[in-house]
């Protein structure tokens, strides 16, 4: 399986622009680029995906390399709730053609007030 | 829709019992995937299903694990018999069809306690 590799945590200030960074140089044509993030005690949540242009949401932005080989998550103004354990991901080709995610060990962002 | 729908929320179990834990999808949504979260491991996929049929059980650990999805609406995640190191947080996931295009939607989890 294609693999991510993401800083283990990072710290940011309220109301400030966050970058958060994947690495996945392994990346295949076809995989996407998906974004999840868990909030404490609650399940993995969507975020962004995207291909190969950059991609904006009303929660975030994706900015994706020319070359695919790494994408930053960009939170535009970060508040409390936006503390979690950031996931990057590659939805990738498993057997018969389906398609699977399978997690890293996410970035741990902390916001401070 | 009520979103993924995962019960019990938290089950504590005694050694070498069975625990069954059940998942509700999201209707039309053809991929179910079943995870597993510990702190030390993470968030290891177990198994999935599209269209009701397994497509990739690699991730289940011993054949103590087993799941089914009898239909489209509903999936089990067998443990017989349970063991301490069984404990964990399990997530059920659903999605669409779409390739990579589509998100995927987790439920609240269940909490797993073996003792």
């Known amino acids: 399986d294609a693999k991510t590799t993401q800083p283990n945590s990072m710290e940011s200030n309220e109301e400030e622009p966050v970058h958060l960074p994947c690495n996945h140089s392994?990346?295949?044509?076809?995989?996407?680029i998906h974004w999840y993030r868990q909030l404490p005690s609650q399940g993995p949540e969507y975020v962004i995906h995207g291909l190969t242009s950059n991609v904006n949401n009303r929660m975030a932005s994706l900015a994706i390399a020319e070359d695919r080989k790494s994408s930053t998550l960009i939170l535009h103004r970060a508040t409390l709730r936006d503390a979690a354990v950031y996931y990057c991901?590659?939805?990738?080709?498993?057997?018969?053609?389906?398609?699977?995610?399978?997690f890293g060990q996410g970035t741990r962002l902390t916001i401070n007030p | 829709d009520a979103g993924v729908i995962q019960s019990p929320r938290h089950e504590v179990t005694e050694m070498g019992q069975e625990v069954t834990l059940r998942c509700k999808p999201i209707?039309?949504?053809?991929?179910l995937f079943w995870y597993r979260q510990t702190m030390m491991r993470g968030l290891e996929l177990l198994i999935y299903?599209?269209?009701?049929?397994?497509?990739?059980d690699s991730g289940m650990p011993e054949d103590r694990f087993s799941a089914k999805m009898p239909n489209a609406s509903f999936s089990t995640l067998k443990i017989q018999p349970s063991e301490p190191r069984d404990s964990a947080v399990y997530f059920c996931?659903?999605?669409?069809?779409?390739?990579?295009?589509?998100?995927?939607?987790f439920g609240q989890g269940t909490r797993l306690t073996v003792v």
């Open positions: 392994t990346i295949s044509g076809t995989d996407y």
């Open positions: 209707s039309g949504h053809d991929y």
């Open positions: 299903f599209n269209n009701n049929v397994p497509i990739d």
């Open positions: 991901i590659l939805r990738i080709w498993g057997i018969q053609g389906a398609q699977k995610l399978v």
């Open positions: 996931a659903s999605s669409l069809p779409q390739g990579g295009r589509t998100e995927a939607f």
